[in-house]
């Protein structure tokens, strides 16, 4: 039963190094019973907020120095449909990332939008780096006619675009702009950070409060830039009401004003986590197979240890390090892991991970092995035959993923964490896509979008 293994887990002594950012380490003050509530008098209304919950909204617009910020109990999901739904109009065209996550795309097809790829380099590691400004500079000269520009930063693994540079280019185009920052609720709050994306002058911000702060799971914030257009603010706040539930947890909105609090009352908390970040850090230098350390513009918080010359794949590592040293971590890729920290991690918690990667090197490992091969570009230029909506929307067949290539996907294939498409719908598979979800199989990465899971098939326009 779920409830055993939830208590069980409770009770077990193994760390998370994954979401969300409260770390379990939380006592609510309440019983969730006791404060589980609806809208009754006195207690306002998230979908038309004009006491308690408006002072909470505005105390999370001062803090992050928005013109206006709005919780949302369905997480980035729920903010980054709103967004979308608010900044275009049926048939648009949008600029995004290839690297956005899920929602975006789903927002794409519901909208049935025509969509406009910007692409991240790797690193030689197969970890997706920022797009840059170029990238989105370039698609926005030849999309002039786009409504709207789509970036996430930072990504999944803390890489950050120049924002502001993105958001100004696209203004001068008349382009709304949405900063997917799911990943950065806590940029803004000491300098060893990347500077926050609300200061990016990005018309909306979306970010997960639970991924990185102490709030939990499903609680986010969208942050609202004002525009000269009378009906902005309206047009987010339906698409808000649209996308969440006509009855928002109070548990949930009671976690978010807990985590505000801390907000305003613990940046030296922040100081004393970049601290202990900066020492695990140095700490690793000294790591002669495992390679950590935090790139120039990458947010530091999100721990990357690549295999190097460890001869172990993002996987291994992964689960040597739960079996050995009672360590779970977020996500395992080919060859890399990722560790989340958090500002609620207790002191000693990144010390037992250095300890856990050294005593692995100690171990075993003191001869240099060769690299796990590197992960081909996953989120790469594919031919694009049908829009989104289109494809999602046609007559599908499913075939086994080793008959798909050539053919046309007719709904997105991710690899679970991080939920950014593989497959995108209306777009040819390549025989090495077929390749990369058959190894990600075969690594245990979990696929999702694949009828029946790891082994089953795809669906493809007939
Ligand atoms: C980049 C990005 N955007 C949006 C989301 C969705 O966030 P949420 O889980 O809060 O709905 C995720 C989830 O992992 C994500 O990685």
């Known amino acids: 039963m779920l409830d055993d293994k939830l208590r069980e887990l409770a ?6 190094f994954h979401m969300p950012g409260h770390k379990r380490r939380l006592q609510s003050p309440a019983d969730p019973y006791r404060i589980d509530i609806t809208e009754i008098e006195g207690f306002d209304d998230l979908h038309d907020p004009q006491g308690v919950i408006l002072e909470e909204e505005e105390a999370a617009a001062a803090i992050y120095g928005a013109d206006r910020s709005y919780l949302m109990v369905n997480g980035s999901t729920g903010g980054n449909l709103a967004a979308v739904f608010a900044a275009t109009h049926d048939g648009d065209t949008v600029i995004m990332g290839r690297n956005c996550h899920k929602s975006v795309y789903h927002a794409a097809e519901l909208r049935r939008l025509r969509t406009v790829y910007v692409y991240s380099q790797l690193t030689p590691e ?3 780096m920022e797009a840059g400004y170029e990238g989105y500079r370039q698609a926005i000269d030849r999309h002039p006619e786009a409504a709207a520009v789509i970036v996430t930063s930072p990504t999944y693994e803390g890489m950050t675009e120049p924002l502001p540079e993105i958001a100004a280019y696209a203004h001068t185009h008349g382009m709304k702009v949405i900063v997917d920052a799911a990943h ?4 803004g709050f000491d300098p060893y950070f990347p500077p926050s994306p609300v200061d990016s002058g990005a018309d909306l911000v979306i970010m997960s409060l639970h991924k990185t702060l102490p709030a939990l799971t499903q609680t986010a914030v969208l942050h609202c830039r004002r525009s000269g257009d009378d009906f902005w603010q309206s047009r987010v706040e339906h698409y808000l009401n649209c996308f969440q539930t006509s009855s ?3 548990v949930l ?3 978010m004003s807990l985590c505000l609090r801390f907000l305003q009352q613990g940046r030296e908390r922040f100081a004393a986590y970049a601290g202990r970040l ?3 850090y140095r700490q690793c230098k000294t790591l002669r197979r495992f390679y950590v350390e935090a790139r120039p513009g990458q947010d530091p918080s999100k721990i990357v240890i690549f295999a190097g010359d460890s001869g172990l794949s993002g996987g291994e590592i992964s689960r040597r390090l739960r079996e050995e040293s009672r360590l779970a971590l977020e996500m395992s890729s080919f060859s890399y892991c990722l560790a989340m920290s958090s500002v609620m991690d207790e002191s000693g918690a990144l010390g037992r991970l250095f300890d856990g990667l050294r005593r692995m090197e100690e171990g075993d490992l003191l001869e240099k092995k060769s690299a796990v091969p590197m992960l081909r570009q996953p989120f790469a230029e594919h031919e694009a035959v049908l829009p989104l909506w289109e494809a999602a929307a046609s007559s599908q ?4 993923l080793a008959e798909s290539a050539g053919c046309v996907a007719a709904s997105e294939v991710c690899l679970y964490p991080p939920g950014i498409p593989v497959l995108v719908a209306g777009e040819r598979i390549k025989k090495e896509d077929v390749e990369l979800l058959e190894r ?9 979008g694949c009828f029946r899971g790891n082994e089953g098939g795809v669906s493809v326009v007939n």
Do not use: C, N
Request: no cysteine; proline share 9%.
């Open 11 to 16: 009770e077990s002594d193994v760390y998370p």
């Open 126 to 128: 197969g970890m997706a």
């Open 184 to 187: 950065g609720a806590h940029l």
């Open 248 to 250: 928002p947890s109070y």
């Open 253 to 255: 909105m009671d976690s």
């Open 278 to 280: 900066r020492e695990f």
């Open 397 to 400: 067949r499913v075939l086994p």
């Open 440 to 448: 990600a199989a075969e690594a245990g990465l979990k696929i999702t």
